[in-house]
T-cell receptor, first 113, second 115 residues
Framework: DGGITQSPKYLFRKEGQNVTLSCEQN?????MYWYRQDPGQGLRLIYY???????QKGDIAEGYSVSREKKESFPLTVTSAQKNPTAFYLC????????????FGQGTRLTVV | AQKVTQAQTEISVVEKEDVTLDCVYE???????LFWYKQPPSGELVFLIR????DEQNEISGRYSWNFQKSTSSFNFTITASQVVDSAVYFC????????????WGAGTKLIIKP
């Protein structure tokens, strides 16, 4: 089945550690996105990528890094520079040129312990 | 400036009532798309509908209906005979041609359906 898969579902991080969230899609979508959602809040764009080997910062990129080495994969690293990383992280993909809807993964809930 | 406004932060109704979620957008583009998504407690966003700026026909899908009015820049979502399973956060989003169709999200409306 086509879809977008995020892993892990829950992630615990000690302060000062980097962690990487996985996002894989088999929908052949060109663009991929990472959003952060805090409790009771909307979606805030962290990074997005429209093509392989290229990505742009979103509204809250500080403390995060990404790579897009393959069309299917867009991992997000939450670095120790991110001071308040506890949040729900959502990955999405779509093909903007066709104005398709975005497909979302199930999300990763990251908690700093 | 907010380009997609969902002024209702939270709505609470009793089951079987009808409820309308408002979405007001701002754009100078003549070509744009509007979307509605549902986010149940599990967290994953579920796509509900996409509407382009050239199609002002209202859409009905079961208990769901959407009213797109360019004159008031609104794309409102109505649930008829609400059910407890409709409880979720609902997001409206806009994508515009000039920005290469990047998605701009509203803040979301939390809908609580009480039994």
């Amino acid at each position: 089945d086509g879809g977008i898969t995020q892993s892990p579902k829950y992630l615990f991080r000690k302060e000062g550690q980097n962690v990487t969230l996985s996002c894989e899609q088999n929908l052949n979508h060109d663009a991929m996105y990472w959003y952060r959602q805090d409790p009771g809040q909307g979606l805030r764009l962290i990074y997005y990528s429209q093509i392989v080997n290229d990505f742009q910062k979103g509204d809250i990129a500080e403390g995060y890094s990404v790579s897009r080495e393959k069309k299917e994969s867009f991992p997000l690293t939450v670095t120790s520079a991110q001071k308040n990383p506890t949040a729900f992280y959502l990955c999405a993909s779509r093909t903007p040129s066709r104005n398709t809807e975005a497909f979302f993964g199930q999300g990763t809930r990251l908690t700093v312990v | 400036a907010q380009k997609v406004t969902q002024a209702q932060t939270e709505i609470s109704v009793v089951e079987k009532e009808d409820v309308t979620l408002d979405c007001v957008y701002e754009t100078r583009d003549t070509t744009y798309y509007l979307f509605w998504y549902k986010q149940p407690p599990s967290g994953e966003l579920v796509f509900l509908i996409r509407r382009n700026s050239f199609d002002e026909q209202n859409e009905i899908s079961g208990r769901y209906s959407w009213n797109f009015q360019k004159s008031t820049s609104s794309f409102n979502f109505t649930i008829t005979a609400s059910q407890v399973v409709d409880s979720a956060v609902y997001f409206c989003a806009l994508s515009e041609a000039w920005s290469n169709y990047q998605l701009i999200w509203g803040a979301g409306t939390k809908l609580i359906i009480k039994p």
